[in-house]
């Protein structure tokens, strides 16, 4: 096959050095670019000129000076009491003031209708716990310091009120078989009685019983605070089973 063109003369075999040639005048364009610098321009030849001839003033405000005068007084100037001269021979009466002292041999009479009697309201106390009082009541036949005689009450309370409860009283009001629980609450009064009894329970019938059963206690001795007699409070619990 012939060749038409001269292999020598085709541009294709050049390509890179165009190429490169071409890169290199980029990167030149690039750089003069940012290298380049502006100035601005100098326009202080077309300035006017100034001239300051007048000086400044200042506006000074004129104070007017006014003469204070003080304020009229229209009250009278304070009299001076005149001092009256008593020659010696000038009788002076002297006043004579009687004692107030009673003598011993003298009776006093005294009216009784002006006096008014005013009866005095009795304190009242409210009731004391039990775990606070300064001295217990005292149960029949207990004895012993202030400890001995709690605890001797409480056995005794609880002795007294064991032997009087029927516990078959839970059976027949037909309460479920299982353990039951009673409060009770009563008070000692400064009289050594038993008063206020309350009671809570499972059933109104076990309350009035055990209502009747603390209050048939017998008569203590009061418990006392500050040596006076007062009311103190005492509480027991009471549990028992039903079957």
């Known amino acids: 096959m012939e060749i038409k063109k001269n292999p020598k003369q085709q ?7 165009f190429m490169q040639i071409g890169l290199v005048l980029t990167l030149y364009i690039t750089y003069a670019c ?5 100035y601005d321009m100098d326009n202080t030849s077309n300035l006017g000129v100034v001239n300051m001839i007048d ?4 506006d000074i405000p004129i104070v007017e000076i006014k003469k204070v005068e003080p304020p009229k007084q229209n009250d009278p100037p304070p009299t001076i009491e005149k001092i009256k001269v008593v ?30 009697e ?15 009082i300064e001295d217990v009541p005292v149960y029949p036949g207990c004895k012993g310091n202030n400890k001995e005689l709690k ?8 002795e007294f009120f064991g032997k009087r409860f029927d516990v078959n009283l839970a059976t027949e009001l037909g309460l479920q078989p299982g353990k039951k629980k009673l409060f009770v609450v009563f008070t000692i009064n400064k009289n050594g009685k038993i008063t206020n009894v309350r009671s809570r329970g499972p059933h109104p019938v076990l309350e ?7 209050g048939a206690l017998p008569k203590m ?14 509480s027991i619990p009471i549990t028992f089973e039903v079957r």
């Open 11 to 17: 541009l294709e075999n050049y390509s890179k050095i």
């Open 55 to 58: 000086e400044m003033q200042e």
């Open 221 to 234: 001795t009061p418990g006392k605070q500050r040596g006076m007699p007062v009311g103190v409070s005492y």
């Open 151 to 158: 605890d001797c009450f409480t056995k005794k309370v609880t």
């Open 208 to 214: 009035k019983e055990v209502g009747e059963i603390i």
């Open 34 to 38: 940012m290298e380049y610098k502006t």
């Open 118 to 132: 005013v009866e005095e309201v009795e304190e009242v106390v409210e009731d004391i716990p039990f775990i606070l």
């Open 87 to 116: 020659e010696d021979d000038l009788k002076v009466e002297e006043t004579i003031i009687e004692s107030t002292e009673t003598d011993e041999g003298q009776a006093v009479v005294v009216n009784t209708q002006d006096i008014v």
